[in-house]
């Protein structure tokens, strides 16, 4: 399959990478905004073709297209790839309202394409390990998933730049950009909610630097704590009456063990290369345009929108909002 690529940074690199370890993946096209970076990104990742133009990017020769663009721009990109006949992988948050994703999801529909998020819980194996794992710790009550990662970009912040990624116009911010990956086990394992509360501490930028969210269910308490400006150590948890379930990344689903009431340890899974998860999106994506009907796309694509749903019902309740 061929690829085209949007958006240049290390992030697509990574896809790239561990699409071609997965998937017969042939890159062929990248667009960027300059030549310069274009041609940059085009050299290190060996993709012959480089495009300054969206609109020639889009009418070029390949299938499918990875969006890797700030997340302000993944609702107009997608829906150009879409009008342009590609299959579109796009990094999430996919859309920022739950209305531009249920538009473009009937979009892909009508036009016979693919449309995922590239979210790398839905198509990591580990998902149904960590599922498995559950129902061997008896009631669950309680749950804390945490992703707390100290931005690289909070330094250039605090020296009176203002990176993207704490830039309100482009739709970015903690819950967008880390507190995602907690919403979308807490709604998968768990089911939808009875009550969301939520709250988020603002930069000067006007950017949440982290917050957290409490979903209520009748028989649980699930709380998601984020953070760009501090470094989680001690990994999320899963609080059964039989044991605890310990995740060290709640992205990556990467070094899970099971301790049970006695203190004994199980794992669950190791360390894998972030570079391999991403290429489990990309092995999905293609087994999803070779079998549209493949019943797990249409999960995927419920998953995606419940997410966006509790997403602006999270914003909404924190007064996250983008200028
Ligand atoms: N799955 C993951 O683990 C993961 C990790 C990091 C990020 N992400 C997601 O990937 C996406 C990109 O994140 P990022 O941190 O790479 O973003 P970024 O560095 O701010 O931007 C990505 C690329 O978009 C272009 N770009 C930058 N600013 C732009 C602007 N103002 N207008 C138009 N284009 C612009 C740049 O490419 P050119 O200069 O070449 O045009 C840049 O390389 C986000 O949606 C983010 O949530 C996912």
């Known amino acids: ?111 016979g394409l693919i449309y ?10 580990a998902r149904d390990l960590l599922k498995n794992a559950i129902k061997k710790i008896g009631r669950i009550t309680s749950v804390h998933f945490d992703f707390s990662q100290l931005s690289s970009k909070y330094p250039a912040y605090l020296a009176g730049s203002l990176p993207n990624i704490f830039n309100p116009a482009l739709a970015t911010g903690c819950l967008m950009d880390l507190g995602v990956y907690c919403v979308y086990p807490a709604l998968d394992l768990f089911g939808l909610p009875q009550k969301i509360t939520a709250c988020a501490h603002f930069m000067e930028s006007g950017a949440d630097g982290s917050g957290n969210a409490a979903f209520l269910y009748p028989d649980k308490l699930v709380n998601l704590t984020y953070s760009k400006l501090g470094q989680d150590r001690l990994g999320s948890q899963i609080f059964g009456d039989e044991g ?18 006695k203190g004994e340890i199980t794992e669950i899974i190791g360390d894998v290369a972030k570079e391999i998860i991403m290429g489990y999106e990309a092995e999905a994506f293609e087994k999803f345009i070779k079998n549209p009907d493949d019943p797990y796309y249409q999960t995927v694509c419920e998953r995606a929108l419940q997410v966006s749903k509790a997403m602006k019902e999270i914003r909404n309740l924190s007064g996250i909002k983008f200028k």
């Open 116 to 125: 995922i998020e590239a979210i790398m819980y839905m198509f990591n194996p």
């Open 1 to 111: 399959m061929r690829y085209g690529v949007i958006g240049t940074g290390w992030i697509a690199k990574s896809f790239i990478d561990g699409a071609r370890m997965l998937c017969d993946a042939e890159f062929s096209a990248v667009y960027s905004r300059t030549a310069e970076s274009g041609n940059k990104f085009a050299s290190e990742n060996k993709i012959a073709n480089v495009f300054t133009d969206i609109e020639k990017f889009a009418k070029s020769d390949f299938d499918a297209v990875y969006i890797a663009s700030p997340n302000r721009l993944h609702f107009e990109q997608s829906k150009l790839m879409l009008q342009n006949g590609k299959h579109v992988i796009c990094e999430k948050p996919i859309t920022v309202e739950p209305e531009e994703l249920a538009e473009l999801q009937a979009l892909a529909k009508q036009n």
């Open 244 to 261: 605890t379930i310990v995740i060290e990344s709640i992205s990556k689903l990467i070094n899970m063990k099971l301790i049970d009431n």
